[in-house]
């Protein structure tokens, strides 16, 4: 027994020193937003003549600009707020590589001052909201709950706005967004469906101790604002049963089963789909236009280790480059 327990130490310990030799190794390449096959043209001005009310859901008074938004959402009001508000600066640095639009941030909390300059800086319109609770008896407690996720659902308060993209803030814009709006958004409303969302990945197959998904997932939505949608989102989350494992994503699922417009996977590429689903990954690769972290989040790669799997999670899911990535853009 006790030779076998050291054996297995011996290989646990050659197991770490390998993946930190491999970690520290990798972390020496120079990845760039250059270094994504970016289209050339500059940014697409999303201009039209629209009513300039002040955003009537915000307390801040700011006005809508643009006919459309790409709004996000920050509510944890702890160290991983600092976190995800880096994070949305990123994205908000990578939206304006392309599409000029409204930039949206629903602050469900207050902020740290120097997470408002850094965001206000990156051009997101602050929006103060209050925070929508979780069903009133879960399972369990658990870090979606705990996050408030239930709160992008105002999003849907934001009426100013013709068409919303709702972001998480672990994504990244890899290209131009402006054709969610003017392509993918005419699609949808000939079909008479208000939300549109992608196929959670990967789809029915189960990779590295992953989960096979057959649901959409929620970091990417497109939808038409409505004051009447909100209002049965949020009773909803009480009156219909749905698993708050997953919280805002089953009930959206659930609300939305047979009524969303599916989004193609280039406007939501889970960076797992990269390893488990290598021939859609690059077949697509081209034309994504946002990059979604979920299991491999871009910060775990360097020094904001919260817990000790975080900075292997990018060498198991093969996807040093995109968290490489992610360290290239400036967070300020």
């Given at each position: 027994?006790?030779?076998?327990?050291?054996?297995?130490?011996?290989?646990?310990?050659?197991?770490?020193?390998?993946?930190?030799?491999?970690?520290?190794?990798?972390?020496?390449?120079?990845?760039?937003?250059?270094?994504?096959?970016?289209?050339?043209?500059?940014?697409?001005n999303?201009?039209?003549?629209?009513?300039?009310?002040?955003?009537?859901?915000?307390?801040?008074?700011?006005?809508?600009?643009?006919?459309?938004?790409?709004?996000?959402?920050?509510?944890k009001?702890?160290?991983?707020?600092?976190?995800?508000?880096?994070?949305?600066?990123?994205?908000?640095?990578?939206?304006?590589?392309?599409?000029?639009?409204?930039?949206?941030?629903?602050?469900?909390e207050?902020?740290?001052?120097?997470?408002?300059?850094?965001?206000?800086?990156?051009?997101?319109?602050?929006?103060?909201?209050?925070?929508?609770?979780?069903?009133?008896?879960?399972?369990?407690?658990?870090?979606?709950?705990?996050?408030?996720?239930?709160?992008?659902?105002?999003?849907?308060?934001?009426?100013?706005?013709?068409?919303i993209?709702?972001?998480?803030?672990?994504?990244?814009?890899?290209?131009?967004l402006?054709?969610?709006?003017?392509?993918?958004?005419?699609?949808?409303?000939?079909?008479?469906?208000?939300f549109?969302?992608?196929?959670?990945?990967?789809?029915?197959?189960?990779?590295?101790?992953?989960?096979a998904?057959?649901?959409?997932?929620?970091?990417?939505?497109?939808?038409?604002?409505?004051?009447?949608?909100?209002?049965?989102?949020?009773?909803?989350?009480?009156?219909?049963?749905?698993?708050?494992?997953?919280?805002?994503?089953?009930?959206?699922?659930?609300?939305?089963?047979?009524?969303?417009?599916?989004l193609?996977?280039?406007?939501?590429a889970?960076?797992?789909?990269?390893?488990?689903?290598?021939?859609?990954?690059?077949?697509?690769?081209?034309?994504?236009?946002?990059?979604?972290f979920?299991?491999?989040?871009?910060?775990?790669?360097?020094?904001?280790?919260?817990?000790?799997?975080?900075?292997?999670?990018?060498?198991?899911?093969?996807?040093q480059?995109?968290?490489?990535?992610?360290?290239?853009?400036?967070?300020?």
């Amino acid at each position: 027994m006790t030779i076998k327990l050291q054996t297995t130490m011996n290989f646990v310990a050659i197991v770490i020193v390998i993946s930190l030799f491999h970690i520290l190794c990798v972390s020496k390449l120079s990845v760039t937003t250059q270094d994504w096959p970016y289209p050339e043209h500059p940014p697409h001005n999303m201009t039209k003549k629209i009513n300039p009310d002040p955003l009537r859901s915000c307390l801040n008074g700011h006005s809508a600009q643009t006919p459309y938004a790409i709004v996000s959402m920050i509510s944890k009001k702890n160290k991983l707020q600092r976190i995800y508000s880096a994070s949305a600066v990123k994205l908000a640095k990578t939206i304006r590589k392309f599409t000029n639009v409204d930039l949206v941030m629903l602050a469900i909390e207050p902020l740290h001052p120097d997470d408002s300059s850094a965001l206000e800086k990156a051009e997101w319109k602050i929006c103060a909201m209050q925070g929508i609770q979780g069903p009133p008896n879960p399972k369990r407690s658990n870090r979606f709950l705990e996050a408030n996720l239930y709160s992008k659902f105002n999003a849907w308060r934001l009426t100013e706005y013709e068409a919303i993209l709702l972001l998480d803030s672990d994504t990244l814009a890899v290209g131009d967004l402006s054709t969610a709006f003017t392509h993918t958004l005419p699609a949808m409303l000939a079909q008479n469906k208000s939300f549109a969302a992608a196929r959670d990945r990967p789809v029915n197959i189960t990779c590295r101790f992953g989960t096979a998904w057959n649901v959409f997932n929620a970091g990417v939505i497109l939808l038409l604002p409505s004051l009447a949608d909100f209002d049965i989102l949020n009773k909803s989350i009480a009156e219909v049963p749905h698993d708050t494992d997953m919280a805002e994503q089953d009930l959206l699922n659930k609300m939305y089963a047979s009524s969303f417009f599916e989004l193609p996977f280039h406007y939501n590429a889970i960076v797992t789909s990269k390893v488990c689903e290598p021939d859609t990954w690059h077949r697509e690769r081209e034309n994504i236009k946002i990059v979604h972290f979920t299991t491999a989040k871009g910060w775990m790669y360097s020094y904001h280790w919260q817990s000790i799997e975080d900075p292997f999670q990018c060498w198991w899911w093969d996807v040093q480059d995109l968290c490489l990535l992610w360290e290239s853009i400036p967070d300020s």
